[in-house]
């Protein structure tokens, strides 16, 4: 019997082992865990989280070019999946990676859950110079820096040439021209549509407004108590009640945005053009599907008023440094350097199709005469982009700019299935938003 | 091992004053067995049951930082719009959707029961099927088929030159979910009423055969009334699992932003206030208060059909 006893107390030791064991395991495995080959053995590792095509690549020149430190990358999910991840982890106070790839607009969210490192002690202004204005106002908040830029989303209208030709439409450079031309499609009974006029564009549809001259929301995290939020000003107003009306009269899809069908009606022809950021020819290719004789060409983002023409952006991401890095000097020399050398940036530029911020790439005659085949050989970055980068001012995002995210996807539903008109949907989401920005403690401004 | 274990049984439901030494130390071997149950019970159940009430009595704003505020949260939540709108519409899978799953089930396993070929065995695999297809796959199949661009649905109705409907609609997608639902669940509480039907004597068959009793008053007469417990059951399964649903509408929200939203049901409500907006506190109050309320849902049900289960 005693033998059975301590047989048992055996088996129970060995079983709350293997249980203690896998929770002590997986914690260690995550700093040893890289997706990369690490090439120098003993120098200190920097982990990243981000989710760049091609990233590979870039992390293995970084590595094979730096003894002192070495990078050890994790794709963690792209956009939100990450940014779940992210969360969770600065909630258990364990998990973070010690430099994170984030879009611009989430950074003041992060940052005031005190999970950035303000990289200004860490010579982010040394770099400075090397970004234009508009790309370093997305990352710093007050006098601090939270990021350092890495690739851009200026605007433009990426369009069919052979559907405008077989139809007769000139290339739209004002939305009135715009609406038009949505007109004379339908008109001629085209199979397609001019245009998607997706809900659940979020950011997509934020940078239409921003067109009209809305600023959405007044934040600086030099006082991160108060904030000032008016989503519904007169451009956001004016901007909604044109897409309104061309969804009124069924001149536009309003199918969602990032779905398998989206995907596919944006290579086969039912849209006939995708007003995208410079990522947009990138992600286009990547998709399946394609209507072989499609003829792509690029212009510049149709103007409400020509005489004052406003360039906007959708996206664009940057690395952060985590506040659970382990040693943010280095994390930070990391986030400078990854993306800071030419060679980085042919990577990133042919293989992932990223728009660079980095100044001696992006005002060198390599990027601006650039080739692309799937715009059979128009060069897209001196027609297109490159203006629109150089005239983008900046913009500041809300510290809960998914929940605003959320509630103007919600707002723009309602609008489109016809409860409500787009200018009382403005108004319903800056109620939401008032309401929700004092229940978690802000003072109006 | 299987002898001492046989042993402990009869020795635990020996009255208390008779409880000998021997008795109290074969017990101690019961409670080792079932240890290992026991400490992954309380490490990942009991543990973050507990620590998620504590963390529903604080209050943490992105300005404010982390207060203690006691039941306030529970106060929000049952004021909550976003909360109780959840609710009754769960409350309404509840009454649409656990009809649909136990009729189906129940007239195929009422079917399988009276035939005896080898028909009613493919039948009866391929009724179950869907079961053994993961949640999210099945859904995402779904998803697919719902889908206006990929889905049969427009092809069907060209033949007849009809639009196809959209399943995916804000006013559609209830019953697109129910389906889905339906479709994958139904087969296996055909398979629990089937077993029930299979465990009752034919000789009650038989005398009710000689009474006059034709196939379908058998039917309704003796096998439901003695299968009665088992769909208690069925029943208790599906409340439970209808209000605490998740994974249909979140799948599905991928390609219906507009129509399922972030709050549809309580269950994806508490998962977006704590993964998408950070509000870890406010989430486990939600999360508490929909446990309570499938607590006392399912605690009700089983009261008013005690003497349909037997525990009376």
């Not at chain 2, 508490?270 to 907006?277: D, M, R, W």
Request: glycine residues 8%; hydrophobic residues 45%.
């Amino acid at each position: 019997m005693k033998r059975k006893l301590l047989a048992a107390t055996g088996v129970a030791a060995l079983a709350a082992m293997v249980l203690s064991g896998c929770a002590s395991g997986s914690a260690e495995s995550e700093a040893a865990s890289c997706t990369n080959e690490i090439k120098v053995a003993d120098a200190p590792q920097v982990s990243v989280w981000a989710w760049y095509p091609a990233f590979e690549q870039v992390v293995d020149l970084f590595n094979e070019t730096h003894d002192e430190v070495q990078v050890c990358w994790t794709n963690a999910g792209q956009g939100n999946d990450e940014y779940t991840k992210f969360s969770t982890s600065i909630e258990a106070g364990s998990g973070a990676p010690d430099v994170i790839m984030l879009e611009s607009e989430v950074l003041s969210s992060f940052a005031i859950r005190k999970a950035l490192v303000d990289l200004t002690e860490y010579g982010a202004n040394d770099v400075k110079g090397d970004y234009s204005e508009g790309a370093w106002k997305d990352v710093s908040s007050g006098d601090a820096v939270y990021a350092i830029p890495v690739d851009g989303g200026p605007m433009g209208m990426l369009y069919r040439q052979d559907i405008f030709d077989e139809y007769g439409i000139a290339v739209p450079t004002t939305w009135a021209e715009f609406e038009a031309a949505a007109q004379q499609l339908k008109d001629a009974g085209a199979p397609g549509v001019l245009v998607d006029f997706p809900t659940n564009g979020r950011a997509y549809n934020q940078a239409l407004f921003a067109q009209a001259g809305s600023v959405p929301f007044d934040y600086d995290n030099a006082d991160p108590t108060s904030i000032g939020i008016e989503v519904n000003d007169q451009g956001a107003k004016d901007v909604l009640a044109y897409w309104e009306n061309l969804v009124d009269e069924g001149l536009v899809a309003t199918d969602d945005a990032f779905t398998a069908d989206y995907n596919t009606k944006l290579v086969d022809g039912s849209y006939a053009v995708y007003v995208a950021a410079a990522w947009g020819p990138g992600y286009l290719g990547g998709l399946s599907d394609a209507d072989p004789d499609a003829v792509w060409k690029a212009a510049p983002v149709p103007q409400w008023d020509t005489a004052n023409p406003v360039q906007i952006n959708w996206g664009g991401s940057t690395f952060a440094v985590t506040s659970q890095a382990k040693d943010p000097e280095l994390s930070a020399l990391v986030a400078k350097e990854i993306f800071g050398t030419e060679e980085a940036w042919k990577i990133g530029i042919e293989e992932a199709a990223l728009f660079p911020l980095w100044k001696p790439i992006l005002e060198s005659d390599y990027f601006r005469d650039l080739e692309y085949p799937f715009f059979g050989g128009q060069q897209i970055n001196k027609d297109v982009f490159l203006p629109a980068a150089s005239a983008y001012t900046g913009f500041t995002f809300s510290p809960f700019q998914n929940y605003a995210y959320d509630q103007l996807t919600e707002q723009l539903y309602a609008m489109v299935q016809g409860e409500k008109d787009s200018s009382a949907a403005l108004d319903d989401l800056q109620a939401s938003l008032e309401k929700y920005a004092t229940e978690q403690g802000f003072t109006l401004k | 091992m299987t002898a001492t274990a046989t042993i402990v049984a009869p020795a635990g439901r020996a009255p208390r004053e008779r409880r000998s030494r021997l008795d109290v130390r074969r017990q101690r071997w019961g409670w080792l067995f079932v240890s290992p149950f026991l400490i992954v019970f309380a490490l990942f159940l009991i543990f973050p049951l507990f620590y998620a009430f504590g963390m529903s009595l604080f209050t943490t704003g992105l300005a404010t930082g982390t207060q203690f505020t006691g039941i306030g949260n529970y106060v929000k939540a049952f004021t909550d719009p976003l909360f109780l709108e959840g609710m009754l519409r769960v409350l309404a899978f509840a009454v649409v959707m656990i009809p649909a799953q136990l009729i189906v089930a129940l007239i195929a396993a009422l079917v399988l029961d009276s035939l005896v070929s080898w028909l009613s065995k493919a039948s009866r695999l391929l009724i179950f099927a869907p079961y053994a297809i993961p949640v999210v796959i099945g859904a995402l199949m779904w998803s697919f088929l719902y889908s206006p661009r990929f889905g049969p649905a427009g092809t069907l109705f060209e033949l007849f030159g009809l639009p196809a409907p959209d399943f995916l609609a804000s006013g559609t997608v209830f019953y697109s979910l129910v389906n889905i639902v339906t479709w994958q669940w139904s087969g296996y509480y055909m398979i629990v009423i089937y077993a029930a039907l299979r465990s009752i004597d034919p000789a009650i068959y038989e005398a009710a055969r000689i009474d006059g009793a034709n196939g379908l008053q058998t039917a309704l007469r003796i096998k439901i009334p003695m299968i009665s417990s088992s769909m208690v059951m069925v029943i208790t399964f599906a409340l439970i699992g209808t209000l605490q649903f998740f994974t249909e509408p979140v799948v599905l929200r991928n390609i219906a932003q507009g129509a399922i939203d972030a709050a549809y049901t309580p269950n994806m409500y508490a998962y977006s206030l704590a993964f998408s907006y950070s509000q870890f506190n406010y989430a486990s109050t939600i999360a508490f208060s929909l446990g309570i309320l499938v607590f006392a849902g399912s605690f009700v049900f089983l009261f008013l059909t005690r003497k349909q289960s037997g525990l009376k």
